[in-house]
């Protein structure tokens, strides 16, 4: 039996298509009539999910997570002989998904870099969706790749200061990590060193791993970020070509190293400098933040994710270069894609914009976003949540139940209840989890466990932040 929610009707036998028919298509002129009454099927069940939710995560863990999931396909299952129709299957598993999501939407949903995607960018990655363009070669996406290479170069300039700064549009830090470190291997071989803080991004390592390099050296980064004299000692003694990347945004607290004595020390050593930007990279359009940030252009390379700071549906990441030759080793042939001959009778070449293949237009949800809110618009949404993080780290500082580590950089707050130990912290993390009442992460810091607080969400009220001070109050003293 398909298995119908109460109150939604089934489908109309009157407007069903003849047996045999194919499902409609998303794109043309019709698409949009046969996507218009799914997304009412879709929306509703956004609805309902989060309102059977009724919170930042559903309550009981992962087995009754589990158990819910299976319950709500039924005897069907995922891959029934007979299909339960569009809306059936949009009805449940979309409201399976919602009422059982961590809702970055929720303000006490802020352990990770997690961000809750503004409703503007997620309408145009519904178009994006319906159009299908591939960015890997002109003839799947003639209007795509040419707002794909105006956004790149637009978003390039605001980190760089040159006349020809370009960017890969990614699937986030990681890939842009790992193109980073491939150009600079690149431009120095295999036996280019990776010299990186142990606060770095653990996919900088990871890429020089993947890229078959010699093993990354960590720096130690005892207070949180590169310390400029390791970094001279471990230039200093690091034989043949070396890529340094720094981070401004650190994953777990948010800090960002000295960016303008790391250049420094680079140009002196003849070092290739990449600056891993995915969480503050975006402080750069803050006329009150950007000075944080002094120094970033001067870097062969950067990593910027839209995800974070940038409001965006995953995927949407950067690289971002002061140069577009920087970016030719990645230049490749493909016959069925870039002919010779079709480039050279003007056809543009995409396949070296990145090491995908088939690649969907991220491109197109994020310039609506800019266009959208503009410069002054995310702006505000930056200071907004930032000035939110702050008055966490106040009302956590004056009370005399929890201890707060440091005033945040950027959004990040860590802290711990006064009388907590590790273990206590730990669990206490995990019973919110699983009581479904909050989202918080954990980092270490100073040799002890820390409460990680990241605040992404502009709609975060004080009113939220006492919320959550009194569930940590409650929690603790049970
Ligand atoms: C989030 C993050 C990454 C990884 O980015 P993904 O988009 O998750 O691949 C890399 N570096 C830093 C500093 C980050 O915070």
Redesign the pocket.
């Known amino acids: 039996m398909p298995h119908i929610a109460p109150g939604q009707p089934p489908e109309d036998p009157m407007t069903a298509p003849p047996p045999g028919t194919p499902p409609p298509l998303a794109g043309g002129p019709h698409g949009p009539e046969a996507l218009r009454p799914l997304l009412d099927t879709v929306l509703d069940a956004l609805r309902t999910g989060a309102e059977d939710r009724h919170g930042p995560l559903p309550a009981g863990g992962p087995d009754t997570q589990a158990a819910r999931v299976r319950t709500a396909l039924g005897d069907t299952g995922l891959l029934p002989a007979h299909g339960t129709g569009d809306h059936e299957a949009l009805r449940t598993l979309v409201h399976t998904l919602a009422a059982g999501a961590a809702d970055p939407a929720h303000p006490l949903c802020a352990a990770h870099?997690h961000c809750p995607p503004l409703a503007v960018a997620v309408a145009a990655d519904l178009a994006a969706s319906a159009l299908n363009p591939s960015l890997d070669s002109w003839d799947q996406a003639p209007a795509a790749s040419a707002l794909e290479a105006l956004l790149t170069r637009t978003l390039a300039a605001e980190f760089y200061d040159t006349p020809h700064a370009d960017a890969l549009v990614t699937?986030?830090?990681?890939?842009a990590?790992q193109l980073a470190v491939l150009l600079a291997r690149e431009r120095h071989g295999p036996t280019l060193t990776v010299l990186h803080g142990a606060n770095a991004?653990h996919?900088v390592p990871r890429a020089a791993w993947l890229l078959g390099l010699p093993p990354a050296t960590e720096i130690p980064t005892p207070t949180g970020v590169l310390d400029p004299a390791r970094l001279a000692e471990a230039l200093a003694t690091t034989p043949g070509p070396t890529l340094v990347t720094a981070?401004a945004?650190?994953?777990d607290a948010g800090l960002i190293d000295p960016l303008t004595r790391i250049s420094d020390l680079c140009d002196r050593y003849g070092a290739d400098l990449h600056i891993?930007a995915?969480?503050g990279g975006l402080l750069a359009l803050s006329p009150r933040h950007r000075d944080k940030l002094t120094g970033l252009g001067r870097a062969h390379s950067l990593?910027i994710?839209l995800?974070?700071l940038g409001w965006q549906p995953v995927?949407a990441?950067l690289l971002a270069v002061p140069d577009t030759a920087l970016l030719t080793p990645l230049a490749h042939r493909a016959d069925y894609l870039n002919a010779t001959d079709d480039t050279e009778a003007g056809l543009p070449d995409l396949l070296g914009r990145s090491l995908r293949t088939t690649r969907r237009p991220d491109a197109l949800k994020i310039a609506t976003t800019l266009r959208a809110l503009g410069r002054d618009g995310l702006t505000a949404l930056i200071d907004r949540t930032i000035d939110t993080a702050h008055h966490l780290a106040r009302l956590l500082d004056a009370h005399p139940g929890f201890e707060l580590h440091a005033p945040p950089t950027i959004s990040t707050v860590l802290f711990r209840p006064t009388h907590a130990d590790d273990d206590h912290l730990a669990t206490l993390r995990r019973t919110l989890l699983h009581q479904g009442r909050a989202v918080l992460g954990r980092t270490h810091a100073d040799g002890r466990l820390w409460l990680k607080a990241t605040l992404l969400n502009p709609h975060t009220t004080a009113g939220d932040l006492d919320t959550l001070i009194s569930l940590l109050e409650g929690s603790t003293h049970r």
Do not use: C, F, R, V
Not at 171 to 175: A, I, K, L, S
């Open positions: 870099l699937t986030g830090g990681t890939e990590n991004h996919s981070t945004g650190t994953t891993d995915a969480y990593t994710d995800h974070k995927a990441g």
